[in-house]
């Protein structure tokens, strides 16, 4: 079994930054890839970025060149750094951790860019 958590979010102001965490535990030792995924009311979810458990990343077009996914094996998280944030990443950032055995997911966190 694999517990997924996310931390961090809340207001940030357009421009801003916010540091998303996934804390993982459990059968950590067989996660394939974890994922940060949005959703928002006027968008279906969608994928943020990937990383797999080589450490190669993956992000989405709208995001590349501000955010970055990285992991810290010392702490079991993945984090999801957001920079120049706009009104338009408005969601809920959800961590998604897939196995050998499936796939898990955390409650999600809000994030609002507003000022």
């Known amino acids: 079994q694999v517990q997924v958590a996310e931390s961090g979010g809340g207001l940030v102001q357009p421009g801003g930054s916010a540091r998303l965490s996934c804390l993982v535990s459990g059968s950590s030792s067989s996660i394939l890839t974890t994922g940060w995924y949005r959703r928002s009311a006027e968008k279906a979810r969608e994928l943020v970025g990937t990383i797999s458990s080589s450490g190669a990343t993956n992000l989405a077009d709208s995001v590349k060149g501000r955010f970055t996914i990285s992991r810290d094996r010392t702490k079991n998280t993945v984090d999801l750094q957001m920079n120049d944030l706009k009104p338009e990443d408005t969601a809920v950032y959800s961590c998604?951790?897939?196995?050998?055995?499936?796939?898990?997911w955390g409650q999600g966190t809000q994030v609002t860019v507003s000022s």
């Open positions: 998604s951790v897939m196995t050998f055995s499936g796939g898990y």
